[in-house]
């Protein structure tokens, strides 16, 4: 009986990080759009598919529908405007904070941040 309310216990504390720090699974395409906060490193990405934490928008291609983010963590040799690659990426509610200070306010506040763990020109 003692065992089962440990088990429990490690069960709830599972459950409660899974809500704050989500991961999507799978290696994900992404276009770059732009710096999106300077100062975090932040970058503007379109997501071919909707995510937790991405914002639907017509403004891909032709009209069609893309699914917006900001990414921290984004190497260097991504960030060219118009670029397609790959990444790994997780949601952490904690790191979705822009400091309106430290960025300029004419960017789109609505959009979520997510971090880049992983980026490749394939998911091979």
Not at 19 to 26: D, I, P, Q, S, Y
Not at 40 to 45: E, I, T
Not at 63 to 75: C, D, E, M, R, T
């Amino acid at each position: 009986m003692k065992n089962s309310k440990y088990l429990l216990l490690g069960f709830f504390i599972l459950a409660l990080a899974g809500l704050h720090c989500k991961k999507e699974n799978g290696c994900l395409r992404v276009t770059y759009v732009d710096g999106y906060c300077f100062k975090r490193k932040a970058s503007q990405v379109y997501f071919d598919k909707s995510l937790s934490f991405t914002l639907s928008s017509n403004s891909g291609s032709n009209g069609s529908k893309v699914y917006a983010a900001a990414l921290i963590n984004i190497p260097e040799e991504f960030r060219v405007r118009g670029k397609v690659f790959y990444v790994k990426v997780h949601y952490d509610k904690e790191l979705d904070v822009i400091d309106p200070i430290a960025c300029p306010a004419n960017i789109a506040p609505s959009l979520k941040v997510a971090v880049c763990d992983w980026a490749g020109d394939s998911c091979d």
